[in-house]
């Protein structure tokens, strides 16, 4: 399954996010930050990639913080690596 991530500056602006889309009661999965993302605190939300924009404008309305969004990329050999995203 493909996914994008969005990455925060601090866990409390995680947090205020998770809030914000769960007060909206809209679907959404807070989880560690994968080791190979440098940016950020060490949690981000999980979407799938075709609600990454649409996440993006809702926590900006909100004055959520964010650091760097990233999308899921699996590699041919199987490994899956996380690369910027354009979609901020």
């Known amino acids: 399954m493909d996914e994008a991530i969005i990455c925060f500056e601090s866990t409390s ?6 809030q914000a889309f769960l007060e909206r009661k809209l679907d959404v999965r807070v ?6 993302i440098k940016a950020g605190c060490g949690f981000c939300l999980r979407f799938m990639p075709e ?4 996440a993006v404008a809702f926590l900006s309305e909100c004055g ?3 650091t760097e969004t990233y999308r899921m990329v699996k590699e041919p050999d199987g490994t899956v690596s996380y690369l910027m995203s354009n979609k901020q």
Request: proline share 11%.
């Open 31 to 36: 989880m560690p930050k994968p080791s190979s």
């Open 51 to 54: 609600a990454l924009e649409q």
């Open 64 to 66: 959520v913080n964010i």
């Open 13 to 18: 602006q995680a947090i205020m996010a998770e």
